[in-house]
């Protein structure tokens, strides 16, 4: 496949394991990424929600970064309204500084959590309205051209830290066509204006210092395994373990003690159905199949690189997984 591979590590909390396994298996995944080919590996900002150890995302990026020596690590994204664009300048300019050309930004405006969590961050519904503002006044800081009289990020890299806009609407599209930024679309889990969004931000796409052409990152799950049945298998328990986790949401965190046959079940109802969508772009299976499938979703979006999650709970399975995909689908 001529598209590039890149990771989108979510360094989920799996049942029966705690955060420092979590870290401990980001390390892995980069270690091994790094030596079978992929271009890039990414975190995301998420808050409040147990099976999700990326809170911190520029300090994981830091930790990973620290134990391999040329793979690019990023956020996939820091959610900027959460921040002050100094801040964000600032660490991303000592991450950049630490590891030379090896660091990539993904903004995103969503929170990364309910309406508690924008209160504990003290913020408020209305900070993403100055979302396009705090990215123009972030790169001012990452280009030494501060908007702000008067201040400016200390340290600021050379070469200057590239931003990504990400996005899951039309918003985002619209966005970083304007701004002339690389454009990711979160078709991992928000699969339905994937096609019209990346549309949109070709046609619209004004060239940037940053940037001469449209380009392009599509979201994919992916489960590859040494059989298609192993592959099907852990695909379910993925599955299943997403929807107890969205079922938590606003009840404590407790897990919800929903049998196999319940969750079943329930994704047979519009609700449910609702949130199998969200993993539509998914391939499960041998090496073969997932090439095919990403072979497949390239052609369809036109994408220039594809970003993915493997979403095996197991280390073992997921390591194997993206060796196995890196083996058939960058051969």
């Not at 890039?40 to 520029?58: D, K």
Request: zero cysteines; proline letters at 6%.
């Amino acid at each position: 496949m001529s598209v590039p591979l890149a990771i989108l590590d979510l360094a989920p909390i799996t049942p029966g394991h705690s955060a420092a396994d979590s870290y401990r298996a980001s390390v892995s995944i980069a270690q091994t990424a790094e030596r079978v080919g992929y271009r890039r590996i990414w975190y995301a900002e998420h808050h409040n929600m147990p099976t999700i150890a990326s809170s911190a995302t520029s300090v994981l990026i830091a930790h990973v970064a620290a134990h391999t020596e040329s793979i690019r690590l990023g956020a996939g994204g820091i959610m900027l309204p959460n921040h002050a664009p100094l801040t964000i300048a600032e660490q991303f300019g000592t991450l950049a500084t630490l590891h030379p050309d090896r660091i990539d930004l993904g903004l995103g405006r969503a929170p990364g959590g309910d309406r508690n969590v924008l209160r504990a961050l003290r913020r408020d519904p209305s900070s993403s309205n100055s979302f396009p503002q705090d990215i123009l006044e972030l790169q001012g800081y990452l280009s030494g051209d501060s908007r702000v009289p008067d201040v400016q990020a200390v340290p600021r890299a050379e070469p200057e830290v590239p931003l990504y806009i990400l996005g899951s609407s039309l918003f985002g599209a619209h966005l970083a066509a304007t701004l002339g930024l690389p454009y990711a679309f979160a078709s991992h889990f928000a699969p339905d204006a994937l096609l019209e969004a990346i549309a949109v931000y070709r046609r619209e796409f004004e060239p940037s210092d940053q940037l001469a052409e449209p380009y392009v990152m599509a979201g994919a799950n992916v489960i590859a395994a040494d059989s298609q049945a192993d592959a099907v298998a852990q695909f379910e328990t993925a599955r299943r373990t997403r929807v107890r986790s969205m079922l938590a949401r606003g009840k404590g965190g407790a897990t919800p003690t929903f049998s196999d046959e319940q969750i079943d079940a329930f994704l047979t109802t519009p609700e449910g159905a609702g949130i199998a969508n969200m993993m539509k772009y998914t391939a499960a299976g041998t090496g073969a199949d997932v090439s095919a499938f990403l072979d497949e979703f390239a052609a369809l979006t036109g994408a220039d690189e594809l970003i993915v999650a493997h979403a095996s709970l197991d280390v073992d399975a997921r390591l194997r997984s993206l060796e196995i995909t890196a083996e058939h689908a960058m051969a």
